[in-house]
């Protein structure tokens, strides 16, 4: 009994929202969130003892991808039976994954970091380290236009 409550215990907090929505996607017979639940859990499980994992947010962002790219393919096709489905699943991941942040947020962050320290040019590693610390699905791109054009 130990070993399950110890596993249970070194779940992230993802993996604990997925499997409570398994459970309550179960008891309510929701078949289309449970297998999408499912599939969630499946690619987080496969990429945590993969040789060389990334983050959650990352799988999540794969998995959304794939899912767009499909959908065009599906549509262009006619296949709208399949395009709705990934349509559907699309929503579903969509939802645990953080929203992209404003330029401006973006750069409110830049300039508070440039209160408190005097940076460079060189110092953009760190800087897009400390904005997607706090902006986790902020793009490096903007990140770095925005802190070339506060020097």
Same mark, same amino acid.
């Given at each position: 009994m130990k070993e399950n409550k110890t596993e249970v215990d070194n779940r992230t907090e993802l993996e604990?929202?997925?499997?409570? @929505?398994?459970?309550?996607?179960?008891?309510?017979?929701?078949?289309?969130?449970?297998?999408?639940?499912?599939l969630v859990k499946s690619e987080l499980s496969r990429n945590k003892y993969s040789e060389k994992p990334i983050s959650e947010l990352e799988?999540?962002?794969?998995?959304?991808?794939?899912?767009?790219k499909t959908i065009a393919i599906y549509n262009k096709a006619g296949r709208y039976d399949l395009r709705d489905k990934?349509?559907?699943?699309?929503?579903?991941i969509q939802e645990f994954i953080p929203k992209e942040p404003s330029e401006q947020e973006i750069e409110e962050? @830049?300039?508070?970091?440039?209160?408190?320290?005097?940076?460079?040019?060189?110092?953009?590693?760190?800087?897009?380290?400390?904005?997607?610390?706090?902006?986790?699905?902020a793009q490096k791109s903007t990140i770095v236009r925005i802190f070339k054009s506060l020097l």
């Open positions: 604990q929202n997925i499997d409570e @929505i398994i459970e309550k996607a179960r008891k309510t017979s929701n078949t289309f969130i449970l297998n999408t639940a499912k799988v999540l962002q794969q998995m959304a991808k794939t899912r767009a990934d349509s559907a699943e699309l929503g579903f962050l @830049i300039t508070e970091l440039m209160e408190y320290t005097i940076l460079t040019i060189k110092d953009t590693k760190d800087v897009i380290a400390d904005v997607q610390n706090t902006f986790p699905t």
